[in-house]
């Protein structure tokens, strides 16, 4: 069982929808949930970080943790085709050594 | 921008030669990371670097190594390398407090 599962899609909507974009995890021991947008051959850009379970709003982006489900989702509000990108889950653990994962990513297209 | 540098932008090597990549930032986080990102797939944790000791590594041999330097920027060497070493290679910097991480554009290398 891999530690992070994330759906690569492809995800194709249209223009205005709300977006879903899912990850689950096996390892309690994490303890801090990120999701990254990644444009093709660019660097991951940070979009939201969580630390609790429960809801994270900014701007257009919703970020949910559900720590006893091991479960976090992004939704994205008013899809913009400039929203065309792969989003990658991660999340870290600080004790025992930092260490991060990241989910394989899931490519969304929005389309005009 | 999150005011990380990376460099070379790309680089090809053949198969048992030896590699530095190298990144910068503008400003005085603590912690930098190295991740190595395949084709379609996220981000592999390669190492943390703390306060110039190595913090944490993940699943990668000896021959990734590793130094910060006194005024953040790092080096990722890597030694006799392997086809399978093709890949985006990501620094991320961060602070130890809080875990975000921002990325650099990263540096594509290419091993023949």
């Known amino acids: 069982q891999k530690e992070v599962e994330q759906d690569p899609g492809p995800l194709s909507v249209p223009e205005g929808a709300i977006v879903s974009l899912n990850c689950t995890y096996s390892?309690?021991?994490?303890?801090?949930f990120m999701w990254y947008r990644q444009y093709s051959r660019k660097g991951p850009e940070l979009l939201m970080y969580t630390y609790s379970s429960g809801n994270k709003e900014d701007g257009r982006f919703t970020a949910q943790v559900d720590k006893s489900s091991k479960y976090i989702s992004l939704f994205i509000r008013d899809s913009q085709p400039s929203d065309s990108a792969t989003y990658l889950c991660a999340m870290t653990r600080n004790t025992g050594g930092f260490k991060t994962i990241f989910g394989a990513g899931t490519r969304l297209f929005v389309k005009a | 921008e999150t005011g990380v540098t990376q460099s070379p932008t790309h680089l090809i090597k053949t198969r048992g030669q030896q590699v530095t990549l190298r990144c910068s930032s503008q400003s005085g986080h603590n912690t930098v990371s190295w991740y190595q990102q395949a084709l379609g797939q996220g981000p592999q944790f390669i190492f943390q670097y703390y306060r110039e000791e190595e913090n944490g590594r993940g699943n990668f041999p000896p021959r990734f190594s590793g130094l910060q330097f006194p005024n953040y920027s790092s080096e990722l060497n890597v030694n006799a390398l392997e086809l399978d070493d093709s890949a985006l290679y990501l620094c991320a910097i961060g602070d130890s407090k809080y875990n975000e991480q921002f990325f650099g554009p990263g540096t594509r290398l290419t091993v023949l």
């Open positions: 390892n309690s021991a994490f303890q801090y």
